[in-house]
């Protein structure tokens, strides 16, 4: 049978870096927020033996894609526990609607989905935690999409503590170009000493995005998006980019400034959510 699967969109409503680890990441605090606007995976389990990716992005070889990953990987964490046959398959496809190396979460909430979906599917028994630890080794931002609501996040931002933002309305922007996350977390310029707080505190302060700086210097597209939004409404950049939100208390108005928008840009109008789209689906709260 081919089902559907939703893969939200994540903001990050704020975003400080704390310290650099010795293993590399930086340690973070911040805040998701999901968006009930994303991609769609449909996934149809098979006893083919193989993970089928039906629209394989180009350049990008099945080995990298994450969707990819995250189904191999699961595969072989049941296999060692004697959940699968060795049969087991799946054949997966993707309308895209998020942007590449927009800040926005898509390749992580693709993981995700497929990680959420395929453990119903194949009916592995895997808990939300063991489905979380295999999306860690995937991206640090898989995880709060695996547990599917509103975190605040610490430590390489696998540290997670549910919470209920306001549901705003947002008008996210892409500047059309393509931001990697190694770029700007190795920028000599990026700010890594911000303290850290209490969430009690951040919730009380003016929010703000201790990456966007670095972006806004380097990126003349993010700069002149920021500066044009922030004449309308609250913005800033969510995670390294290159995505820009406006918060707004009305969808009207967020979608007022969006027929606003230059020619040249790309965005959509979406509502937060503090309960991910796909674990309604789960939940059947969704067709």
Not at 26 to 41: A, E, K, M, P
Not at 144 to 155: L, R, T
Not at 190 to 201: A, F, G
Request: net charge negative; hydrophobic share 45%; proline share 6%.
């Amino acid at each position: 049978m081919i089902t559907t699967w939703p893969a939200p969109a994540k903001l990050n409503l704020f975003l400080y870096i704390t310290g650099r680890r010795a293993d590399g990441y930086h340690n973070l605090q911040t805040l998701f927020q999901f968006l009930d606007y994303g991609d769609t995976l449909t996934i149809e389990a098979d006893d083919s033996g193989e993970i089928a990716l039906l629209t394989p992005v180009a350049g990008v070889p099945d080995a990298q894609n994450l969707i990819v990953r995250a189904a191999r990987l699961l595969r072989e964490r049941a296999a060692t526990l004697g959940c699968l046959p060795d049969s087991i398959g799946a054949k997966i496809a993707i309308e895209k609607r998020l942007p590449m190396g927009g800040g926005v979460g898509g390749g992580s909430s693709n993981a995700a989905t497929v990680l959420v979906a395929l453990n119903h599917l194949w009916q592995t028994g895997l808990s939300l935690t063991q489905l979380a630890e295999l999306g860690l080794q995937l991206g640090t931002d898989v995880p709060v999409f695996v547990h599917g609501f509103a975190a605040f996040a610490e430590g390489a931002g696998e540290q997670l503590t549910p919470v209920n933002p306001a549901k705003k309305w947002y008008l996210v922007m892409h500047p059309g170009v393509s931001i990697a996350t190694p770029l700007v977390f190795n920028d000599p310029q990026l700010t890594r000493d911000t303290p850290v707080r209490e969430i009690s505190q951040l919730l009380c302060t003016e929010f703000h995005n201790d990456c966007e700086a670095v972006v806004r210097n380097r990126f003349r597209e993010v700069e002149q998006l920021v500066s044009w939004l922030l004449e309308y409404a609250p913005s800033r950049l969510t995670g390294t980019g290159a995505c820009v939100f406006a918060e707004f208390d009305t969808e009207s108005a967020a979608r007022q400034v969006l027929g606003l928008a230059p020619k040249n840009l790309q965005g959509f109008v979406a509502r937060g959510v503090s309960i991910s789209p796909l674990h309604r689906r789960i939940s059947g709260q969704l067709s």
